[in-house]
């Protein structure tokens, strides 16, 4: 499956969005490829690159 992960990153002007694609089994796995800590209440977390940011949802993409 496939999973479009949205997240706002501090150090980026405020209203600007940012998308990660991943590839895996399940959301919660995807969310892990992508920051390895679990997010907090608010969804405040660091990703693999030690960003900061706050995750906004975790969505399957549909395919074929």
Request: net charge positive.
């Amino acid at each position: 499956m496939v999973f479009q992960i949205r997240y706002r990153q501090r150090d980026m002007p405020e209203g600007f969005i940012s998308s990660a694609i991943k590839h895996a089994h399940t959301a919660e796995a995807a969310l892990k490829l992508f920051a390895p800590k679990k997010p907090d209440k608010n969804g405040y977390t660091t990703t693999k690159r030690k960003a900061y940011v706050q995750i906004l949802s975790v969505n399957e993409v549909p395919t074929k």
